[in-house]
T-cell receptor, first 114, second 113 residues
Framework: GENVGLHLPTLSVQEGDNSIINCAYS??????FIWYKQESGKGPQFIID?????DKRQGQRVTVLLNKTVKHLSLQIAATQPGDSAVYFC?????????????FGTGTSLTVIP | NAGVMQNPRHLVRRRGQEARLRCSPV?????VYWYRQLPEEGLKFMVY????????ESGMPKERFSAEFPKEGPSILRIQQVVRGDSAAYFC???????????FGSGTRLTVV
């Protein structure tokens, strides 16, 4: 079955507001997580990753938080823009893993309202 | 500095025909992964290849599906005798090694009619 899942399938935010996308994972041994963004008709695009020895990692306008106690990830997007409208996936290494395969959640569809 | 190139972007096949999907990884990347995505679902791992070797095909159906990554040329995902349930977007990704994240291609959208 799925190792990752998302709390909300859709999210709508006003332009300029902050967005928070959540993800739950089930494998407590997972040590690496990635967030991908997928725009309509395109392939997934790497946004940010985090290793399990970290609680937080920041990128440009994005922050990923990792709570290993409750096996929860979140992606925060600051000052959300229309170009942020997309489906966001979290991914964790699959288990067993012969080399770099990932489980992807179903995704959260983010819609930015101008 | 091309990324992962997949072709064709769209492919229509009648039931029973063969589908061939091509993937050229990022230059210098020797690890290739194929994933399938059904509408409004996440990506499902199919197969992991290195040059001339299939490393893990645990996510690929045992029948009708095959993949290769020859020494020269693109990686090929081949689906024989396609059925309507094969309709999906097929994404290829590459990486320079096992400890790295992926670069995905734009996908091939297969429609079986």
């Amino acid at each position: 079955g799925e190792n990752v899942g998302l709390h909300l399938p859709t999210l709508s935010v006003q332009e300029g507001d902050n967005s928070i996308i959540n993800c739950a994972y089930s494998n407590s041994a997972s040590d690496y997580f990635i967030w991908y963004k997928q725009e309509s008709g395109k392939g997934p695009q790497f946004i940010i990753d985090i290793r399990s020895n970290m609680d937080k990692r920041q990128g440009q306008r994005v922050t990923v938080l990792l709570n290993k106690t409750v096996k929860h990830l979140s992606l925060q997007i600051a000052a959300t823009q229309p170009g942020d409208s997309a489906v966001y996936f979290c991914a964790e290494p699959s288990s067993p893993n012969t080399g770099n395969q990932f489980y992807f959640g179903t995704g959260t569809s983010l819609t930015v309202i101008p | 500095n091309a990324g992962v190139m997949q072709n064709p972007r769209h492919l229509v096949r009648r039931r029973g025909q063969e589908a061939r999907l091509r993937c050229s990884p990022v230059k210098g990347h020797s690890h290739v992964y194929w994933y399938r995505q059904l509408p409004e679902e996440g990506l499902k791992f199919m197969v992991y290849l290195q040059k001339e070797n299939i490393i893990d095909e645990s996510g690929m159906p045992k029948e009708r599906f095959s993949a290769e990554f020859p020494k020269e040329g693109p990686s090929i995902l081949r689906i024989q005798q396609v059925v309507r349930g094969d309709s999906a977007a097929y994404f290829c990704a590459s990486s320079p090694g096992q400890a790295y994240g992926y670069t995905f291609g734009s996908g091939t959208r297969l429609t079986v009619v």
